[in-house]
DNA sequence: CAGGATCCAATACGATACTG
DNA sequence: CAGTATCGTATTGGATCCTG
């Protein structure tokens, strides 16, 4: 689905997560996941999407791994979509896109949804990307080092 | 550019961060702009984007607050696109998909380009989502609270 | 080189209708 | 409800041409 001029095969780890997850339904989807949302009703009903893009969705990221489809928990002869450990693992992307929205797309005081522990409902802490020691970095601090291995 | 259904006013910081950056080609920009690419046409080399597109992008980004336009470095007529604060603070956006691009995008040995420290050239550390008091967070230990002020 | 304008093919997407 | 199929439209994105 979608090929563009196919990032699939890029070298860049960053091209290549896009070119799964990029478009866009994809992490939004994913987003519904973790909020605990598996059904395609669900889906449809919080995105406000059309069922054909939906299904279309739904299926390539089963294809890619994100998603698996399990028979219905409540016994009906559909699926349950679950997020798997690859899907699971884009949880700090999700906290990202969060708290880079949070900080940057509302006018003080507009009220937004928010992410906050589950025990105790405090807010969570700012995303910091550290080095292997555990030092902050800024981006200036770090370069990208071509084809390694 | 681009309305979809309009997520621009959603209460969901990752629907409005999505509704800006959530296209094709944006974030790959702003992971070249990361990467000291300033230049239409290094821009454009870099991404194989045709020139429509990547000036409606460049703009679109400029108009987002991601990019500022300054007058070349070089001294010659044009722009050079540059993050701004807020671009900037895209950067675990990018190292949180970089990560998971690594982590399953690729074979294992297939090679690929790095993120790495650039004093010493050593591998950042994975992100990790972490409550208020620093502890380290997994999904299912966070919850949604709707519309918070 | 930086960009805009135009043309065209592919498709993303919504709406609706249909099936079990 | 969970999808699939079809259709019409808007948009994407590439290629080409044009300008300073």
Avoid: N
Avoid at 3 to 20: E, I, Q, T, Y
Avoid at 21 to 35: E, Q, Y
Avoid at 50 to 76: E, F, N, Q, W, Y
């Amino acid at each position: 689905m979608v090929k563009r001029v196919s990032l699939g095969d890029a070298a860049c780890p960053v091209a290549r997560s896009l070119d799964g997850i990029g478009d866009w339904w994809s992490l939004l989807i994913v987003r519904d996941a973790f909020d605990g949302v598996s059904r395609f009703g669900e889906f449809q009903k919080s995105l406000g999407i059309s069922k054909g893009i939906l299904a279309s969705r739904l299926h390539g990221l089963v294809a890619l791994g994100v998603l698996a489809m399990t028979p219905a928990a409540d016994g009906s002869a559909w699926q349950d979509y679950v997020l798997t450990p690859k899907g699971e693992a884009l949880f700090p992307v999700i906290v990202a896109l969060r708290q880079w929205g949070e900080a940057f797309c509302y006018r003080p005081g507009e009220p937004h949804s928010a992410l906050v522990e589950r025990s105790g409902g405090k807010p969570l802490a700012p995303l910091v990307v550290r080095s292997a020691g555990g030092k902050a970095l800024r981006a200036r601090d770090t370069v990208v080092r071509k084809l390694s291995c």
